[in-house]
C-alpha cells in the first residue's frame, strides 16, 4: 500500500513561488499565499485595514498575517501613519493593559522616555475611575496626537510588518 506525504511549502520563503511585490506583504495561507498590499516605510511596510475591530481583534489579525500593530518611534514615522490613516480614529500598537500607566509597544519596547505625541491632559485612562482606557489611538479631531482610549471601542487599525530592502533605492539610500 502507497502512503501519500504532503509537505507543507511556505510560498512566502521561497523567491520562486512567492510573487509579491516589492509594495505587498506575502501572508502564507493553508497551500497557497495572499499578497496584502502595504506601504512602505524604512525598514517596514505598514497596512491600514479596511474594517474596523477591538484593539485585542486588531492585535489577532495583525498577527496572523505575521505582524504587529504600528509602533510610533519617532515623529518621522507619526508624519507618515498620519497621512495612510487619513480621518480615521486607528488603533497603534501601544498600551498599558497589564500595568496601569507603563506603556509597552507592540514589539515589547517600554514607551519610556521615547518619542510621544499625546493629545493634551492624555493619557487620563479616561478621568473616571469606573473607566478603563489602556489602548492607543491616533485621534484626528486632535489633530492625530494619540488618545487612551476603551480596548473594546471599535476602530480601523494599522499592521506593521519587516519588510526587505527596497528595490528602488539607491546605495545613497535615496528612490530612484
Given amino acids: 500500500m502507497e502512503t501519500t506525504v504532503w509537505v507543507h511549502i511556505d510560498e512566502c520563503q521561497n523567491e520562486t513561488l512567492n510573487t509579491c511585490g516589492p509594495y505587498e506583504h506575502c501572508v502564507n495561507t493553508e497551500g497557497s499565499y495572499t499578497c496584502l498590499d502595504c506601504n512602505r516605510y524604512e525598514d517596514r511596510c505598514f497596512a491600514l485595514s479596511t474594517t474596523t475591530a477591538t484593539f485585542a481583534e486588531a492585535e489577532q489579525k495583525c498577527a496572523e498575517d ?89 476602530e480601523y487599525y494599522v499592521c506593521q510588518f519587516s519588510a526587505g530592502p527596497n528595490p528602488n533605492s539607491r546605495a545613497d539610500g535615496f528612490l530612484d
Fill in 66 to 154: 505575521g505582524g504587529i500593530l504600528a509602533t510610533v518611534p519617532d515623529r518621522e514615522t507619526q508624519l507618515f501613519l498620519m497621512q495612510l490613516v487619513g480621518s480615521r480614529d486607528t488603533w497603534i500598537g501601544l498600551d498599558d493593559r497589564n500595568d496601569e500607566g507603563y506603556f509597552v509597544w507592540s514589539d515589547g519596547t517600554p514607551l519610556g522616555s521615547g518619542y510621544s505625541y499625546w493629545t493634551l491632559g492624555e493619557p487620563n485612562d479616561g478621568g473616571n475611575p469606573t473607566t478603563s482606557q489602556d489602548c492607543v489611538h491616533l485621534w484626528p479631531a486632535a489633530g492625530f496626537r494619540w488618545d487612551d482610549q476603551q480596548c473594546d471601542r471599535r
